[in-house]
């Protein structure tokens, strides 16, 4: 898993204080993830439910993505990705496979996202070549200003307290999609990891 050592780092600055005001969205998406269901003035409208949402991402996709081990450093790499968003079966479940060739090798990757109707929760599996060793990351969360996100941890591989890792999915534009992950030091402040900017591909 990438880390990053530098403390300090800037707080995720949400649509309420960057982007201008937001109000809360009519009916919400019920009690679970009412409190975060927020619309921002300057961001698309989302789909009425949280299903709907995620069968809105699907299409294909490519981008630029950039990493960081330090964020207060240049990028350790900046690269292509190309994307693929399906559902599955029904539409319970949308999986995102993706890859792209950076540090003189090929990585994938493939996530895994679902709405779970009992818990009201966003929840998400996720393998990375070059992120992950052999370990899948579970990871559950909630609406976004404009999109969603969800949250795992990792261990260190030592014994340690395990790390945070929070990826935020915001539908910036109808079709441009901004996944942004931050790894989180047990105790620290979010900092930010990996960037991707993709566009439909059309």
Same mark, same amino acid.
């Given at each position: 898993m990438t880390k990053s050592v530098t403390r300090g780092a800037p707080k995720i600055v949400s649509c309420a204080t960057k982007r201008g005001r937001v109000r809360p969205r009519e009916g919400g998406y019920g009690p679970g993830v009412g409190p975060l269901a927020y619309e921002c003035p300057?961001?698309?409208?989302?789909?009425?439910?949280?299903?709907e949402l995620l069968l809105s991402l699907c299409d294909e996709w490519v981008g630029r993505s950039k990493i960081w081990f330090d964020p207060a450093q240049a990028p350790f790499a900046e690269f292509t990705t190309r994307g693929r968003i399906r559902k599955m079966g029904e539409g319970n479940f949308v999986a995102h496979e993706y890859e792209e060739a950076f540090?003189?090798?090929?990585?994938?990757?493939?996530?895994?996202?679902?709405f779970n109707d009992e818990s009201q929760q966003f929840e998400s599996s996720w393998v990375h070549?070059?992120?992950?060793?052999s370990s899948i990351m579970f990871a559950t969360g909630g609406l976004t200003p404009a999109g969603f996100? !969800?949250?795992?941890? @990792? +261990?260190?591989?030592?014994?340690?307290?395990?790390?945070?890792w929070r990826t935020e999915h915001e539908l910036r534009a109808p079709d441009q999609l901004v996944i942004t992950a931050y790894n989180i030091e047990p105790g620290g402040e979010p900092q930010?990891? !990996?960037?991707?900017? @993709? +566009?439909?591909r059309r």
């Open positions: 300057m961001t698309p409208p989302l789909p009425p439910s949280p299903r540090d003189g090798k090929q990585h994938r990757s493939l996530a895994i996202y679902a070549s070059f992120h992950m060793s996100y !969800v949250q795992g941890s @990792y +261990g260190d591989g030592k014994g340690g307290p395990r790390w945070g930010k990891a !990996v960037e991707t900017v @993709y +566009g439909r």
